[in-house]
């Protein structure tokens, strides 16, 4: 539908209203789910313009909505007709000339068996290293505009462009490799500013699966909405929403997963759109938001989109196969083939269109179906579509001179506003509500960059998290199951170990083993860590939150479990093996147990940034893992480990807590372990009588001309440690390592998180 008509139509009722304080107000309402009485679509200009209201008005309405709640789940239906002068808001987003290469690259084939027809998309230099290097063309010279108020919809086959266009316009396309200009109100775009004021709703569903779908909505106003807005006013335009969005049965119902049942597909979806149309943004992006739903869901899809389009926004989205009753929603289409556009304009434009071309549409067959299905029998003909590229472009032209205010006309002959004026405007009606403020001068300062101040999103990020953990409390418990085994198992091997040179031996390999264990059960993380980690990259694509509060929060809410963990590990073990220490002893070994665990979990921390797979990422780690114990110390000592490889060994992350252990343990200068006789033990000697050993010891203390009684100490843990190479840290200086190493790894994941999350195409 046109915008021409539009504005007839609601002229035509001169009514002229101020935005807020009359008394209409309360009636400026949405309209109902199954109101259909002015969808009227293609047919003819009946449709009036709906006003709907924006969060400013629908905070207050809600309320009243409330109270009248007679279990009716949808608003009560009110329509209201506004003359154009006050509806006047005009955001006109224009692209002109989008054109959009790839580089492929292909191994030359033998000429006569290459059998590939080229596309008129692509052109085939061949380099001289036998190498193809082949421009493809995703988008060629695409051109158009859409309004406030109107839905724009991007139709074609699949593989005609249609998500690139959209990423192309939602400045997900890097920089240098878009050609052409979008402007909003004539002027271009700041990436900066399209990041506050649009939203892109991604096709796939990233959500919390534990979480209900009313606590996803409210985590997403808390961080989009300003702190100045209260919480009872969050709360309400998270109902409004709810309503809007027609999940009232499904609020309390949990997002669920595999494993969990939860709310339906359509609901998801929806839920989704909630999640990013939540601070009401003036561009809304969607890329097939009506996938994979049946048609009734899809209708209630696109009939919130077109309520959040008439409350002056922009949508814009694309869309596979639109039932006639979306076509009826639709404001403005254009048709992709191959990249290249093969239609624009409304949909009631369609047929008349293809009368010209000479494919009349059949008056009973759905239009873009049938269109549709004529372009795919183009593209598969000789010529290509290039005939109806051709046609359009000519058939542009002579509409242009047609009607030279439809298209092309500079938005100031609308009663034009700057991009400021219109800004302040949307902001003034309570648009945008990210908490701007309008005093400054350029657009894109007008709108804060986030919402929310850092400690803000760090109590709601960490809310969030604190309530996905106790959601899943099985998680938890399968960490401390594995920790509580793992100790139980080395308790009962290693029981009540004695200080003989035997027993020397075992304690150093149970501490090898049980700081290393630490390590290996922070890998469990790594799972929910990529999972989140998706999650993490749709919300800061578009400024939800900042990354360092993210790594921040991410760091406070695994302090508590690994503190929890820390002491389950140190309690089952330490008493039980006898190890050495008493009650200091016993902190320190809880400290340095603790230690580990922060050091592993922020190491996996930061692989689940790096490493985008989980396979990958449980390979690397089990073998990382795996070095950092041979380099520890404990299979072999530091001044045996090859020069070229030492540094590895002062890299390992098992090195510093196993030295600590080891020194808390044979810290004691009073305690023996080697004592007269036992220095036969584990040589070849220690299988002869007693007698003979004391012997030898005399003739041994003669030769060095020493007394050796068999109660003499020969060696005590300061001589271990000696020998175990642990010389070139206190055990303070362990534990203070470890934790570094914690904090060492969580910087390089806030770096990983900025550097690896800029989901842009290139
Ligand atoms: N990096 C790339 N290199 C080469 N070709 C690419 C690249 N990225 C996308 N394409 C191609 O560009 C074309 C357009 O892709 P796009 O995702 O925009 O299609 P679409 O219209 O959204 O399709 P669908 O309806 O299936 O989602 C496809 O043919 C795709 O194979
Ligand atoms: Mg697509």
Known sequence: MSRVVDDNSASS????????????????????????????????????????????????????ARREGTGDETPVHHT????????????????????????????????GVNSHIATPGEHHPVGNNGVFSRTKTLLNDISGEARDGEIMAVLGASGSGKSTLIDALANRIARGSLKGKITLNGEPL??????????YVMQDDLLFPMLTVEETLMFSAEFRLPRTLSKSKKEARVQQLIDQLGLRNAAKTIIGDEGHRGVSGGERRRV??????????????????????????????????????????????????????????????????????????????????????????????????????????????????????????GWQMKKRSVFPNIEGAPQDSRGGLSLKEAISASISRGKLV???????????????????????????????????????????????????????????????????????????GFFAFAMSTTFYTCADA??????????????????????SSYVLSHALTALPSLIFLSFAFAATTFWAVGLDGGVSGFFFYFGIIFASFWAGNSFVSFLSGVVPHVMLGYV???????????????????DRIPNYWIWFHYMSLVKYPYEGVLQNEFQDPTKCFIRGVQIFDNTPLGAVPNAMKVRLLQTISGSLGMTITPSTCVTTGADILQQQGVTDLTKWGC????????????????????????????
């Open 13 to 64: 009722s001169p009514t002229l209203l101020p935005y807020f304080g009359s008394s209409h107000y309360h009636n400026m309402d949405l309209e109902s789910n199954n109101n259909n009485n002015n969808s009227g679509g293609s047919g003819g200009g009946g449709r009036r313009v709906s006003f709907s209201p924006t969060l400013g008005q629908l905070l207050k309405r809600v309320g009243d």
């Open 80 to 111: 209201l007709a506004m003359s154009p002068e006050t509806r006047a808001l005009p955001f006109v987003l224009r692209f002109s000339n989008l054109t959009y290469n790839v580089k492929v690259t292909k191994k030359m084939q033998i000429p």
């Open 190 to 199: 700041e990436s900066r500013l399209l990041k506050v004021i649009s939203a």
């Open 272 to 393: 989704s759109i909630g999640l990013d149309i939540i601070h009401d943004p003036i561009i809304l992006f969607l890329d097939e938001p009506t996938s994979g739903l049946d048609s009734t869901s899809a209708f209630m899809v696109v009939k919130v989109l077109q309520r959040i389009a008439q409350s002056g926004s922009i949508v814009m989205m694309s869309i596979h196969q639109p039932s006639y009753r979306i076509m009826g929603l639709l404001d403005r289409l254009i048709f992709l083939s191959k990249g290249q556009t093969v239609f624009s304009g409304s949909p009631s434009d369609l047929p008349g269109y293809f009368d010209e071309f000479g494919k009349s549409i059949p008056e009973n067959e759905n239009k873009t179906e049938y269109a549709l299905d004529l372009i795919r029998e183009l593209e598969g003909a000789p010529g290509g579509a290039k005939a109806l590229v051709e046609f359009h472009k």
């Open 434 to 508: 990210s908490g701007a403020t309008n005093a400054d001068a350029s657009p894109a300062s007008m709108v804060p960059t986030f919402a929310n101040p850092f400690w803000n999103e760090i109590v709601t990020l960490s809310k969030r998290s604190v309530m996905n953990s106790r959601r899943t409390p099985e998680l938890f418990g399968i960490r401390l199951g594995a920790v509580l085994v793992t100790g139980f198992i080395l308790a009962t091997i290693f029981w009540q170990l004695d200080n003989s040179p035997k027993g020397v031996q075992e304690r150093l």
């Open 526 to 547: 790594l799972p929910v860590f990529l999972q989140e980690r998706y999650i993490f990259m749709r919300e800061t694509a578009y400024n939800a939150y900042r990354r």
């Open 620 to 638: 690397i780690v089990v073998a990382i893992l795996a070095y950092f114990l041979l380099f520890s110390g404990f299979f072999i000592n530091r």
């Open 735 to 762: 534990l203070w390592v470890t934790v570094a190493w914690g904090f060492f790894f969580r910087i390089l994941f806030y770096f990983s998180l900025l550097l690896g999350s800029k989901n842009k195409r290139r």
